[in-house]
């Protein structure tokens, strides 16, 4: 990296770099700009194969558009059939199982090719078709990357949960997408643990009456099978044959669901469609991580969030790459897991988030100075924004000051990234996350919908046409979609939910944006997206409790923790029962939403700051445990109330706590 002579902290693509990348000449910025829709379909053509072509690119009836109408193509096909005849014993997917002493996996496009095309089969001969939603409750293992491209060829919508969301997590995504299949495993590794899913799913299955359940004996841990209903994934694809002919899916298909927090106590079912996502998925891998032929990616994200979906599945096996997955913990054996990984397999691409940033940086740079990992060319950040310290210790530590650092800016809702530099272009700004990528158009609008001048905070949106790869709306509820992301300035315009600032700086004649971050209420705990009224809801089914407030805490590692206020029923003794409800509170979250949610900090209160109408005023609670100025308070039916949580909270801020009593 070149640093820039005048501007400090601001770095540009050294020689090297601009002449290795796909791209390092900014006028293709210009050139999407004026004709976004043209540029989508130049690529969708480069980029994929397609089995009909389209009679129009996009048709837009706000808030609903429609990308290459009356095409049909197939992901698994592009992910394998087409790249069999030139790379069929490349290797796809390199898999890394946590238990040390056990063998690294290698699939090649045709081992993979083979694989997908049994395990279609096999859901097949289940009854499954396209169409047909199928739950995933899977760990980061080759067959669920087998498993996901099988949905796709036969057309089948995965709905994918993390797994460390709960077993009644499963159950309420299962019931609002009508699934009654899933695939799970019995158990997978994860810091030194085995870690069960199938003994833990077997009442939801019960309770839901699912139909089948397909289990992976990945930790051979002899899991409690019925008769019928659950069927091991080795003896159901033993007899298939390793052909299965891809299903051609339309533009107006959906590929897949993938349930994510809103501002609701609900999660949304965001779909998305299958050409036109592909499109935006392969091409912003290609150009973002400057993919070529030859790279080893690896992305630590978890095939649970969309970065998992785009980036460690589906973007690199469109290019033909080969992608690393890591079963377990960046710490286990030791916490320079994730750096031994990259100098033995001599990955070039790896992809993070700050939080793993943070953690594995406390841990010492012993841990990865230990490592040579010079191998490392491109770098990434997802998720929430990467802090200027922790974006210096990733760029000299990990990086050794080569390897530029893609702040990548993007959501479950657009599938694909739409903000970030381009390593052959740049500029590289620690907080920074760059200019959009070509053919998007963002904006940073204040409250009456005017953009900002740099340096404003504003609300971040998206303009028409949008990328391809946006949502496709949320599974039965065009309401939700609507008031989600097409209400703030009409529905013409999306509203992503999170704030930032343009810089004073252009390229490709647009600004550069540094996101600030969640406006709304949901909260990036340790780049894991959750809401704070899901947290609430679980929380207000405990009977000792009447009121809860939920909103993010910073954290020095996770960015922000989810903190709670709650307020009891006046009966109950808090002296002598504190302790016990704390308990009880994160037991509960973690029953319904999962270990992911578990609450930092819980405050009993008397009252939690609110409008004359009785809604709940977060932004408060937030300002007070930032140490913030509270700004206008005069909107707050019971402010007395704020004197006794700054005091809970222990609140240092800018404002005296008597203002507030008055
Ligand atoms: C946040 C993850 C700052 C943001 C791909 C967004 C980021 C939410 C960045 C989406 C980034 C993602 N800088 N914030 N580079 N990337 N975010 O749906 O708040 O799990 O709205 O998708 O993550 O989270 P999601």
Redesign the pocket.
């Known amino acids: 990296m070149v640093k820039d002579p005048e501007k400090e902290n601001v770095y540009w693509p050294s020689e090297n770099l601009k002449e290795k990348a796909w791209i390092s000449d900014a006028k293709i910025y210009e050139k999407a700009r004026r004709d976004p829709k043209a540029f989508w379909a130049e690529k969708a053509k480069e980029t994929l194969d397609w089995f009909e072509e389209w009679e129009k690119i996009e048709e837009w009836n706000p808030p609903y558009f429609n990308w290459f109408i009356g095409s049909k193509t197939n992901l698994a096909y592009n992910c394998l059939d087409r790249h069999l005849e030139e790379n069929r014993n490349k290797t796809a997917l390199i898999w890394e199982p946590e238990p040390p002493e056990e063998q690294q996996r290698l699939l090649t496009y045709q081992d993979l090719y083979e694989q997908v095309s049994k395990f279609a089969n096999a859901l097949k001969d289940l009854g499954i078709k396209k169409g047909d939603p199928i739950t995933f409750w899977m760990p980061m293992i080759p067959e669920t990357a087998i498993a996901a491209l099988a949905c796709q060829r036969i057309g089948a919508w995965h709905s994918i949960v993390y797994t460390a969301f709960s077993p009644n997590a499963v159950k309420d995504r299962m019931e609002d997408a009508e699934s009654r299949n899933l695939i799970t495993a019995d158990a997978f590794f994860r810091g030194g643990k085995t870690l069960k899913l199938k003994e833990k799913i077997d009442r939801v299955l019960e309770e839901i009456g699912a139909k089948n359940c397909i289990v992976v004996n990945r930790a051979k841990t002899d899991p409690p099978m019925k008769k019928g209903r659950d069927h091991f994934y080795n003896e159901i694809v033993s007899d298939e044959e390793p052909y299965c002919e891809p299903e051609p899916i339309g533009a107006e298909d959906i590929s897949f669901l993938l349930y ?1 927090s809103g501002t609701t106590g609900k999660p949304k079912g965001i779909k998305h469609s299958c050409g036109a996502y592909a499109t935006q998925a392969a091409l912003t891998t290609k150009w973002v991580f400057d993919l070529h032929p030859q790279d080893i990616f690896f992305s630590t994200a978890d095939i649970g ?3 998992g979906h785009s980036y460690s599945l589906y973007g690199p096996l469109l290019n033909g790459g080969t992608v690393l997955w890591y079963e377990g913990s960046p710490y286990h054996p030791e916490p320079d897991r994730w750096w031994k990984i990259i100098d033995e397999n001599k990955v070039n691409i790896f992809y993070t988030a700050p939080t793993a940033i943070r953690a594995l940086r406390r841990k010492g740079d012993e841990w990865v100075e230990k490592h040579d990992l010079k191998s490392l060319r491109i770098l990434g ?6 802090d200027p310290d922790t974006w210096g210790w990733f760029f000299e530590k990990v990086g050794g000051k080569r390897c530029p650092i893609v ?8 599938g694909g ?1 739409i ?2 530099s381009i390593p052959g272009i740049g500029p590289f700004i620690p907080s920074v ?1 760059g200019p959009a990528v070509p053919g998007i158009k963002y904006d940073v609008f204040d409250v009456t919908g005017k953009p900002t001048e740099p340096g404003t905070s504003g609300k971040v949106v998206l303009k028409h046409p949008f990328g391809p790869g946006m949502l496709r709306g949320v599974h039965k509820a065009p309401d939700k979609y609507k008031e989600e992301y097409w209400s703030e300035y009409g529905d013409e315009i999306y509203f ?3 704030g930032g600032r343009k810089i004073d700086m252009e390229i490709g004649e647009q600004n550069l944006i540094e ?4 406006i709304d209420d ?1 909260l ?1 705990v340790a ?3 959750l809401g704070t009224a899901e947290i609430e809801d679980a929380i207000s089914s405990l009977a000792e409790i009447t009121e809860v407030a939920v909103v993010g805490k910073p954290h020095d590692v996770k960015g922000e923790v989810p903190a709670v206020f709650a307020v009891t029923k006046s009966d109950i003794d808090l002296e002598r029962r504190e302790e016990e409800l704390k308990r009880k509170i994160v037991e509960i979250v973690r029953k319904k939403i999962g270990p992911v949610a578990t609450p930092d900090a819980t405050y009993f209160v008397s009252d939690v700051p609110k409008t004359e109408s009785g809604k709940v005023i977060r932004r408060f609670l937030k300002s007070l445990l930032k140490d913030e100025k509270l700004g206008d308070v005069t909107t707050v039916s019971n402010p007395r109330c704020l004197k006794e949580l700054a005091k809970k909270v222990n609140y240092k801020g800018p404002e005296k706590i008597v203002s507030f009593t008055t």
């Open positions: 994510t969030w969309i970065t950040s997802v998720g929430e924004p990467i702040d990548t800016y993007w959501q479950t809702e657009t990234i903000i970030t996350a992503t939910g999170d996101i600030t971050g969640r949901v990036e780049g894991h997206r």
